[in-house]
T-cell receptor
């Protein structure tokens, strides 16, 4: 069974631009969550989607948004990029909320 | 917010020895815990999990112990191998969503 797939793996953006990251969950998994990982803050929860609905949101500004499609695939968007948004963005999926979450390899975002 | 901390940021062990990685959590309502292993440049990899109705759970070469009285979690790795070198995170889930709170991580160095 294929794991969580994230694209793109690496990207460089300029401050002020926006970025969209994509995530395909494990087949059959309906819940997708996103995390940001930085050396200073560690792993921090961004948001969680289930059945195309955002169920929970972390403490991030409104520039961070996401959505989930009917096939459970998810995207997250960051608008008006700031230097501090440089991080590894991780997508995780689970069969249902509250079950084990499995991570993808992440998308490395560098903002210059 | 929730707080999941690790007592030792770096642990060095000799190949073949047993390793113990500790984690303290703060929310007594947490009922699900997961240990992850993260190698350089990769996403976190699920190792083992435990629910609050258990005190101990064993996997292949790994054991997780949960002490709810003192809110402490530990990961034991038997016969540590060079391939075990990585950063290990504990995560807690108090709300049955996929909003996990992660510790800061412990780096395990295995000396040949």
């Amino acid at each position: 069974k294929a794991g969580v797939t994230q694209t793109p793996r690496y990207l460089i953006k300029t401050r002020g631009q926006q970025v969209t990251l994509s995530c395909s969950p494990i087949s059959g998994h309906r819940s997708v969550s996103w995390y940001q990982q930085t050396p200073g803050q560690g792993l921090q929860f961004l948001f969680e989607y289930f059945s195309e609905t955002q169920r929970n949101k972390g403490n991030f500004p409104g520039r961070f948004s996401g959505r989930q499609f009917s096939n459970s695939r998810s995207e997250m968007n960051v608008s008006t990029l700031e230097l501090g948004d440089s991080a590894l963005y991780l997508c995780a999926s689970s069969s249902d909320p509250g079950n084990t979450i499995y991570f993808g390899e992440g998308s490395w975002l560098t903002v210059v | 917010g929730e707080s999941v901390g690790l007592h030792l940021p770096t642990l060095s062990v000799q190949e073949g020895d047993n390793s113990i990685i500790n984690c303290a959590y703060s929310n007594s309502a947490s009922d699900y815990f997961i240990w992850y292993k993260q190698e350089s440049g990769k996403g976190p990899q699920f190792i083992i999990d435990i629910r609050s109705n258990m005190d101990k759970r064993q996997g292949q070469r790994v054991t997780v112990l949960l002490n709810k009285t003192v809110k402490h979690l530990s990961l034991q790795i038997a016969a540590t191998q060079p391939g075990d070198s990585a950063v290990y995170f504990c995560a807690e889930n108090p709300y049955n969503f996929n909003k996990f709170y992660f510790g800061s991580g412990t780096k395990l160095n295995v000396k040949p």
